[in-house]
């Protein structure tokens, strides 16, 4: 027997509507200033509702940072499980993951930056595409698949750490590294 769920009133999606033009004003303002500039104020000033009203929907800058991320994460995770369908899942899913990085840097930093800790992000979807990819790929090789867990986390943490070295040290997104002597290096793990 289905479930029925009562629809949603006309009040409840016009909230729904305007918290997410609150997050997709903040998410513009985020990529324009920047995390520390980023104001409250400005956000309700450029949504046309007051402060308070903002407020109402969400108690703090944080937990505002917090949706945008959320829906980063889908996004991002959404990208990555497009890359699965490569020649080679684990390099593609690698190679996108890089790329994510360095064409959408604040968001990516959002995610992984400052204020968040890896093992937070241990469970999210992104983490999970690894661990998804590599497993497929060994149960095609007849892999032990309790060690996929284990694989894809160094995989993982190699993806990730190349990311953040080509945003911080290597000139940032506007001097990458090339992508095919990325994908050489990926490879080989």
Known sequence: MAISRKPESGRQKRQALIRQQFVNTAHELLNEVGRDKLSLR????RTDYSPAALYEYFDSKNHLLDEIAKEVVERFAAVLQNARTGQEPLTSVS?????FACNHHSDFLLVFGERRSLSEHMSSKIYQVFVNTLAFQESKEKGDLAKSAKKAYRLWIAVHGLAMLQLTHFGGVENKTSYKEMGSFLSGL
């Open 42 to 45: 400005e956000v309700a000033r």
């Open 95 to 99: 190679l996108a993951y890089v790329e």
